[in-house]
């Protein structure tokens, strides 16, 4: 069976959130397709699929959005209600083998819409402890993560879906931009200049 004939599973998820994460971290990402056994080619073709099904009908934003990961991962390990401003929501999460200490979340309003999805840390795992520009390292961190660590940040306009950026001061003075794709810290940029 070829890839475009075979389903979409957890493999192929990890290659649609390796794609994005290629503009920014190309080497890391050549890495981890090798883990998971797959050539550039499969990791193009997972990511058109995906976006095939993401652009069609009850993609991201429709009522079959949370529908389609639950096809694509099976279903969660945990779902949490979750309380956005007055309405209850569900968060869903499940495993992802790349990144044992995260797990890939999707929060839902009612009806199935999906709202937001990124890595977050798993429950019980044990945070990094973000002090310093040092620490800011790719891959290490979430959107969560950095913005608890160095409050008070303000949001930045990603610059694509399923990226988004903070700025916020260190403790040395110095003023930093983070990039995350999917939730995971990617690059930091520095103003050198201090405070």
Do not use: I, K
Not at 14 to 43: F, I, K, N, Y
Not at 89 to 111: K, S, Y
Not at 128 to 135: I, K, M, S, V, Y
């Amino acid at each position: 069976m070829s890839s475009a004939q075979r389903p979409l599973g957890p493999r192929e998820f990890q290659l649609v959130l390796l794609r994005r994460m290629a503009d920014h971290q190309p080497d890391l990402v050549a890495d981890a397709r090798r883990a998971l056994g797959a050539s550039l080619t499969e990791q193009r073709d997972a990511n058109r699929r995906w976006q095939a099904a993401s652009h069609g009908p009850g993609g991201r934003g429709g009522r079959g959005g949370l529908s389609r990961y639950r096809a694509v991962l099976g279903a969660p390990e945990a779902t949490a209600r979750r309380q956005v401003g007055d309405l209850v929501c569900e968060a869903h999460q499940w495993p992802v083998p790349l990144w044992p200490d995260l797990r890939f979340e999707v929060v839902a309003a009612p009806g199935g819409a999906v709202w937001n999805e990124w890595l977050v840390r798993a429950p019980g795992a044990p945070a990094p402890r973000l002090t310093c520009a040092d620490d800011l390292a790719p891959w290490s961190c979430t959107v969560d993560e950095v913005a608890r660590a160095f409050a008070p940040v303000r949001p930045l306009e990603g610059t694509a879906p399923t990226r988004w950026g903070l700025a916020f001061a260190l403790p040395d003075g110095r003023r930093c931009a983070a990039e995350f794709t999917w939730g995971l810290l990617q690059r930091t940029a520095l103003d050198h200049r201090g405070p």
